[in-house]
């Protein structure tokens, strides 16, 4: 797991979600929580796939979200943990 620096992190209802393992990327730029479970994973990436996602990227977020990690503002997703890993690695490894 992920060492979080605290100043940086803020939890909903003060509860530690779980990193994604395999789409927690340090140079991502997007925080997606689905269930438990967060992904670091890049913008350009989902915004190359997703008009949702462009337009999220060109639109100033708001200040004050209610859940960061490391400086990123969580952005929650209605999907499975499961649904978003198989998205992800749709996106990131589609050979596989």
């Known amino acids: 797991m992920v060492d ?15 990193l994604s393992s395999e789409y927690w990327f340090s140079d991502g730029s997007i925080v997606l929580k689905a269930e438990s479970t967060v ?5 350009s990436v989902l915004a190359r ?6 337009d999220m990227s060109s639109v100033p ?14 952005i929650p997703v209605s999907d499975s943990a499961q649904d978003i890993e198989v998205l992800l690695s749709l996106l990131y490894d589609p050979v596989r």
């Open 39 to 43: 992904f670091r994973v890049h913008l």
């Open 4 to 18: 979080i620096p605290q100043p940086l992190n803020t939890f909903v209802n003060d509860v530690e979600p779980t």
């Open 61 to 74: 977020q708001p200040k004050g979200q209610d859940a960061v990690i490391e400086g990123y503002p969580v």
């Open 49 to 54: 796939h997703s008009e949702i996602f462009r």
